[in-house]
């Protein structure tokens, strides 16, 4: 693998069906219907439940004329023996599509009961990369944060509570067959998780963008992803206006659209054994390592950041090192703006475990696509700049 | 419908999956196997057999172990009587998957014998939006133009020789379930097809940009197939470069994706008609129209003019009636550089034709996403400018 930021000459694009607009929820029945299910499996949890969205969602699959069996046991960093119990739900119910309705771990969770309940086994049997055999039944997945990008990507990310790590999946038949995004959902969101799931969205935008798998095709949703967040997390952040609130949906939308398909980088190869050893936020550890996986990555993507620079907003920073040092100002700003955490610290990481998880990230599917190839000293070195 | 140019509150968005890259016809065997065909039905003309592209397809058949029926009674423009008597020759052999390879031709008689295939009857029964009832079989589209964007959308335009007019087909299963594009194929593209095919690329990118249907998940398509052409076009055209060729195909690829889902407006309802009357080309009655339908659209397009600026490359031109001025300017001098036709009088059209030409023109599904509500004597109008 070389360093460098030159496009792929040959790839693939891929994206489920999309439907987006407030109210859409009512349309989750339409979806499940057209898809051949009679009995929905709805994977859900008790704060959407509490908050109403849940109760919507029942009545549009109702309203279709189809029965459901509801699941929310789910927590947060979905665990491996959650989608095993609920795969066997799924079975038992002789269930035929199933819906997931929440953030990152709802969705992710509703992945996991899909492989399962098509394949049998244990989650962790299919951690990698394409080591799915048998299809799994049509799902509709409809997302109610701001930023994970679950409801269109091809990955599933499920925790081994055993070795206290995250699974990372990645298969094209992990898409689900249509996304369907409802920005009113965001209303209820806890204010804390708009700020760290907008900055998921503003880590899968950047390292898709600096990814050495992207494409033209995913550029454009990287690029504009940044510029909605750019344009509106501050004011969704503070004030929760409605409109700033369905551009942060859209950005989330765009960038899973964009790091689906040209993947990821340093940043995820990071998080995801940081969050699966501490259980923590997903969105707050990638705010805290994004400025210094920039930091890291902006000598080798020179080409790309004029574009990047456009997408932030700068003008006329033309010139190569000003423009690096504008785009590292403009991250840096933003998140400073909105409230993100800025240490690893802060995130209850212990600096003698460093080392550990850098060893583990080196294992990361993330790190392929890394613009900058990473040994473990890089990435501990990283680490302990975020500490 | 109103004016305006506001984002759509609720919308969907749906592209096939997408490969793309030089040699990549390699992959329409594996492609056609994996839709589950066994004996093929491949479309395509005269042209690209001699230039040895349809034996690339029949060899990548061979070699995923496929059978294949070839047809190539195709001609510009393709007419109802081909595509029924390839429906008929579709079914006569038992095919399972249709391949097309080819221009805008090739590929809509390819999607017009799937639906005669799957629904019988005449091609014209299925005018209009969303007129057909059975599914289709499965489709690989290869285009081989920089221009069409049929292989990505949901259109198929076919000839009805009768009326001497263009039936415009729109459903989500027309989209085929594969675009395949392999770049190496415009090696052979005749130099007049460059500027044709791409400057009909451009219209699908200004008109899906400018349309009332359009989102920031189709905009961004749009602008990138501007930025393409615009950085790539006056050297394809002149010297054919592989990179810039390249560019081109990148370019049309991503008109296809925006327009496919945003729809079109004024130029396309005015080149069908006119299409459709004199067997024209259709690039060349789009480079002639789109200059003065940008002009008639300008002023109510004027929120989204600084995003389309920077895709033309202007910088610093945020007074709205500069950026006006600019895009318009760059337009013109963009299809003056690569030499595109400048008006319809040079395509054949006559004089008295004109007022029966917008006439037909008023009952073009493109229209109804023009961002402007254009009367009779509008269109007419433009057609006089333009003449």
Partial sequence: MSEGTNLMSHYKFEVPE???????????????????GRKI???????????????QVMKSLLQAGLEFVYFDQVSINPKDHEVEEGAREYLRHGADVIVGLGGGSAMDAAKGIAILSANGGRIRDFEGTDRIVRPLPPMVLCPTTCGTGSDVSQFAIISDTEKRCKLTIMSRCVAPNISLTDPDTLKTLPEEYICTTATDALSHALEAFFSIAATTLTDVHAVKAIRLLK????????????????????????AGMA???????????L??????????????????LLPEVIRYDLPVVTEKLPELAWGLGCKGADDEKVVAEVVQGEVDALLE????????????????????????ALEDACLITSP???????????????F
Wanted: charged content about 20%; some cysteine.
């Fill in 259 to 269: 790091f689906s398909n040209s993947l990821l980088g340093i940043v995820h190869a």
């Fill in 41 to 55: 499996f709805l994977v859900s949890d008790q704060g959407l439940f509490e908050a109403g969205w849940v109760d």
């Fill in 372 to 386: 900058r190839q990473a040994d473990f000293n890089d990435l501990l070195g990283i680490l302990e700049k975020a």
């Fill in 337 to 360: 703006a909105c409230g993100a955490p800025r240490s690893l610290r802060s995130l209850g990481v212990q600096r003698e475990d460093l080392p550990k998880l850098a060893r583990n």
């Fill in 231 to 254: 344009g509106n997390l501050v004011e969704a952040v503070h004030e929760q206006t409605p409109d700033a609130m369905e551009n942060l949906s859209r950005a989330s939308l765009h």
């Fill in 271 to 288: 998080a995801h054994p940081i969050g699966g050893f501490y259980n923590a936020n997903h969105g707050s550890i990638n705010a805290v």
């Fill in 18 to 36: 999309i439907v987006f607009g407030r109210g859409m929820l009512s349309q989750v029945g339409c979806c499940a219907r057209r898809l051949g």
